[in-house]
């Protein structure tokens, strides 16, 4: 890369080089071995992984050792670690600092490759028609899901707390998330992806990505103040409409297609770079009608769930997966400043009080949704109504919005990012609580 | 990632987000389907895939469409590809040119991961004790290699075409390099990997990429001028020679330890994480010692090839390379500048007689190598002469280096880049005419 010019006059293209590929190199050492160190702590304990990942980020980020630290969240690196890289490159920790920061985004680029390539494998372990028929239900708990956070929270961040409308609308919006990525990943590690409870959630969670694309396309309007009109709400609702119906379509016509076109490939490599080309269209094609390119991911593994090459891909993408989305997980955990929920200090407890009432009304009115929906065989609504509960990167996403905006008092900043912390964290070991460790009935699938 | 204080101004967190994510996929995409499409066409023609990917990059990139432009290229962005992606994700073009300035690193750096990753697939897939076993004749390739090519091409600048001494050290410098990746791809490709000829010429790249480093230390110095000192140079040859001791030392004595940890570990995709762990800390150990990160990844690669687990880490390490080590090889045709080529501009021919010397000069001097080592059994010396022909991202490096110095004249600097350019492209095709399509002897392991 074009070194910025207030480097060039001091540090030699060669130093710069080095001092890169130590810091990439390096990162993705200390992610590894502490995310693996802890998973395996976390299997022992029959917990899920993706527990591990987070505590693991959360170790090494902002609220731990501060050897990741996303630069968006201002915090400091590491001095040690600075004078460590300086010292391998000859270079001043200053410059390490700079290096690291501008060099960041490519971690979080191999994170988001991570993140779809998960949710590719979510789709292409789902079953269509499976997904199909319980589409009533997974409309109904993402609706649920939705409007209960939401309603409950803004209600009563007015009427309780008196928090003005606009940042109350804001945080009842955060509370309406559902992150996918952590939910597939529990669902996949406990093999409940193809039970229908599985199918319900991941149904519901995609349909609850494409309500939040709406929300925040609403609130960001309204907080862009006076300017709001329906016209971009209305093009999103339709571009969201036409994605499902052409993704749905293409799932049922294109995998034979998809099939032929790999049965004429002769190059190596030909079923992993086929399927990732489905992947990337996929993703391209979501963002430019004003989705979500995570949403494309899922698309994509749907489509080609009905190839008869599935189980080549499958084994091309895992590798993706235990490797970048474990970078994805653990990059989550290292921006969740925890110093917040320290009680003895006395800034905090404004923001622990809201804070508490703002995760009882997220775990509830997501475990509530759990019983929204109609079902002739029986299901563990606990089971789906938990699956629903993590707010993860989708409720970070939300949360930096707000406090780029100015909008968030910092008790309420805080105590947001407590509701998202504590039901990313608790989803997992609560499901793990509720699900058995031997699935007990015969409905998996091969 | 953080907006630079100039753009926040006008463009949203959201559009932000959304171009970068759309350039982030569609440069991808591009990359996948080109290059697959002219993959395909070489296999077809029966020529090396890579020659594939090579040509690929040219044709999106500087010398083609611009629709892959390296930013330290220096060249224009496709204007139709800044409008399409500037209104699909609603700002100016001038915004799409900077952000896609801005995310090119992320770009590379997964590229990165992509010669890593086949560079330890090359190294575990190696046979130590064969590699061992051709020591002696694989240092002699690699230094005849090294001295043939740099007293001819210096001398013969010098005295036939007067080019001062410092830039004509230069250049002779440029002709040492030996591009690891294009030669084990292509070896891998053909399964002339665990052959003796595959197995010297290995062996010899990497003692070139160990030569080229020192070289590059001694050129550095000189051309940064008069502060040229021994400590230096010594030091960085010391290192390297600790490093290949240490790499063989744990090559024999690592793999059992591997495997313990490996069978301890339980949470999923161990084996893939565990195969990573040691090779981060490879390139980690190898760049901190002032060698090249990809040695490391070599080195990892050699070291876990003792291992019992090799199928699975193969199994786990080649789709990266499918993927990544693609986008690596389109990077390096993306940045080749073709213009050079044009005999009808006057402003080229001097470029080119110069180059046309070059060319022989680096061509004659490594397949005169392949006939340097003894060997008591026949092997075939053109295969390894050829095998350290390309010259690749390494001599790039070296070209990017001088320009950037400012001691090479135009015509000099074309002059080098088109010899890059011709070992390039010529090694796969003159290998892939002089070795047979299906191998006559039995020497390939399973």
Redesign the interface.
Known sequence: ??PPPALIAEI???QLE?AE??L???R??VI??V??AI??L???LQLP?IL?ELVAGVLIGVSGLHLIVP??TQAEISGALLSLLGS?AAISPDDVREIY??????????S??GLFALLFLTGLESELDELVAVGVQATTVAVAGVVLPFALGTAGLVFLFHVPLIPAVFAGAAMTATSIGITASVFG?LQWLKRKEGQIVIGAAVLDDILGIVI?AVV?AIVGGGSFTLGPVIKLGLAAVVFVVVALVLSRKAAPAFDWVVD??????DV???S??VL??C??AA??I?LE?ALGAFAAGLILSASKHTHDID?????????FA?VFFVLIGTGMDLSVLNPFDPANREGLIVAAFLLVVAMLGKVAAGWSYLSSEPTNRLVVGLGMMPRGEVGLIFL??GS?AGILSPALEAAILLMVIGTTFLAPVLLRVVIPSTPTTAAEAV
Chains 1, 2 share one sequence.
């Open positions: 890369m074009l030699s293209p060669h080095v590929t130590l990439q190199v390096g993705f050492l590894f071995i995310a693996r998973a395996e976390m299997v022992r992984t591990g630069p968006e391998l920061n501008e060099t960041f985004p490519s971690l979080q680029s191999v988001q490759i590690e925040l960001v004429q490939l002769k190059a190596p490599g992993a770079v086929a990732f080309v990337t269209l993703c391209f963002q430019a004003g390119a084994a091309a993408v895992k590798p993706l997966v235990a490797l474990t930096g919005l780029q």
